[in-house]
């Protein structure tokens, strides 16, 4: 195993974290070489949040998952309801050990990395994203390694979200509930029900971390809806709102780490999507999906050596 990939390894230092996301951004930079294009940003913007989340906030077992990609036949039905459930990679439920939702199922591929990256599925894995048939699919989805349910419909995850964690609060379950969100989603009325919610039921074990790049499949988010001020919002709400560098480690750690008694924590994360690879900067805030041209092939291929990766 790498230094990157250790099974039993529950500690993890600023540095490691760190390494940790840039190798997220430099696989899924060679992902989108390889294939032309993928989401690519939203590894940028989330690559330390979600390092972090693995490595310094989360508290998760060991992983139940399959080490290697497994086949899937096709989506659950009568006659596919065998499958492997994607939670299985966060660790087997426990009522001391955190769960995770991701509600922004286009960041599979950041999901896949870190858990290759964490020891908790085979680096060679990922050598079947998004190839037919397989689990590690572009758009997760509750089969899909490391998540709980089928996203995609916006507002509903964070409401599963909540629901379990008052499920898990009444039976006075310790582990948290950490819910990821996309800053896009804070356009659905669904998902200020949901915190509304959360408040009235004071779900303490219930954290959302945000990840606020400021864009979305239609361009800048302030072009389509304001959603801002979003810490005034989140508190007017009933939630104890507080808002931190997304890149930086210790910033992300200290903010998912505030007291929040009574209150659901919602973590606002101020993120970039070409944070680690500058010419994305030209395309925003047009990054939701990212394709590299023939002609701008050769810049992103340096950027890629420059980062470890290997030739093209």
Request: proline share 5%; hydrophobic share 35%.
């Amino acid at each position: 195993m790498t230094d990157l990939v250790r099974k039993t390894k529950t500690r993890y230092t600023k540095a490691e974290t760190q390494r940790i996301a840039d190798s997220i951004r430099r696989q899924i930079l060679g992902i989108a070489l390889k294939t032309g294009g993928c989401y690519l940003a939203q590894a940028c913007s989330s690559a330390e949040i979600i390092a972090s989340l693995y490595t310094k906030i989360m508290n998760l077992g060991p992983s139940a998952g399959a080490w290697d990609a497994i086949p899937f036949p096709g989506v659950p039905g009568p006659d596919n309801m065998d499958y492997q459930h994607g939670s299985l990679y966060n660790g087997a439920p426990a009522p001391e050990k955190d769960r995770f939702f991701v509600s922004c199922c286009h960041y599979a591929s950041v999901i896949y990395c870190a858990l290759a990256a964490t020891g908790r599925i085979s680096p060679s894995a990922l050598d079947k994203f998004n190839v037919d048939g397989w689990n590690m699919e572009m758009i997760g989805a509750e089969h899909s390694p490391g998540f709980e349910n089928t996203a995609g419909s916006l507002g509903q995850t964070i409401s599963i979200a909540a629901g379990t964690a008052h499920a898990r609060k009444m039976k006075g379950d310790t582990g948290l509930v950490y819910c990821l969100l996309g800053d896009g989603e804070l356009q659905e009325g669904q998902t200020w029900e949901c915190i509304q919610t959360a408040s009235y039921y004071q779900l303490d074990n219930f954290v959302i971390i945000v990840d606020a790049n400021g864009q979305q499949v239609e361009g800048a988010i302030e072009d389509q809806m304001i959603i801002e001020p979003l810490e005034e919002r989140f508190c007017s709400f009933g939630a104890k709102c507080v808002t931190c560098d997304g890149h930086d480690i210790d910033s992300l750690v200290k903010a998912c780490r505030t007291g929040h008694a009574k209150k659901p924590l919602v973590v606002i994360c101020r993120t970039h999507g070409y944070t680690g690879v500058p010419p994305l900067k030209e395309k925003y805030p047009l990054l939701h999906f990212v394709r590299i041209s023939a002609e701008e092939r050769p810049v992103y291929e340096k950027i890629y050596k420059e980062m470890g990766g290997e030739g093209k």
